[in-house]
């Protein structure tokens, strides 16, 4: 069973304990073309739900990474900064962007499952 909850806006959340990891999802990553550069928020950076998290920048073009819940960042995926091309071979797993402690934990359980999520890409395709 996949663990993943998804965004209209394209992100990814994985729950791993209380803790909240987010990242792009394969659709998004395949729309941006080739990744070059990922802007990571502060550790410690308060957001509210659809706030900008993170930028990702491709050879096609500059996109937002939106907070997909409410909490604190508590930790950056370091790693995307030497190799941001890690965001296109593996968008769901080593490719992740941030984590966070959301506020409010049983707001994830109100996003997008694979399954409507795939429905929703294959509309916006």
């Given at each position: 069973?996949?663990?993943?909850?998804?965004?209209?806006?394209?992100?990814?959340?994985?729950?791993?304990?209380?803790?909240?990891?987010?990242?792009?999802?394969?659709?998004?990553?395949?729309?941006?073309?080739?990744?070059?550069?990922?802007?990571?928020?502060?550790?410690?950076?308060?957001?509210?739900?659809?706030?900008?998290?993170?930028?990702?920048?491709?050879?096609?073009?500059?996109?937002e990474v939106y907070a997909p819940l409410a909490g604190e960042v508590?930790?950056?995926?370091?790693?995307?900064?030497?190799?941001?091309?890690?965001?296109?071979?593996?968008?769901?797993?080593?490719?992740?962007?941030?984590?966070?402690?959301?506020?409010?934990?049983?707001?994830?359980?109100?996003?997008?499952?694979?399954?409507?999520?795939?429905?929703?890409?294959?509309?916006?395709?």
């Amino acid at each position: 069973m996949n663990d993943l909850k998804y965004t209209r806006e394209h992100e990814w959340v994985r729950m791993e304990g209380d803790v909240a990891v987010i990242g792009i999802s394969a659709f998004a990553q395949e729309a941006l073309g080739d990744v070059v550069f990922v802007e990571l928020p502060e550790i410690g950076k308060s957001l509210k739900a659809g706030d900008q998290a993170a930028v990702v920048e491709s050879v096609k073009a500059a996109s937002e990474v939106y907070a997909p819940l409410a909490g604190e960042v508590v930790g950056v995926n370091e790693a995307l900064n030497d190799d941001p091309s890690t965001v296109n071979s593996d968008p769901t797993g080593k490719g992740w962007f941030l984590k966070m402690k959301p506020s409010n934990p049983a707001d994830f359980e109100a996003l997008m499952d694979e399954a409507d999520y795939r429905k929703f890409a294959e509309e916006q395709g």
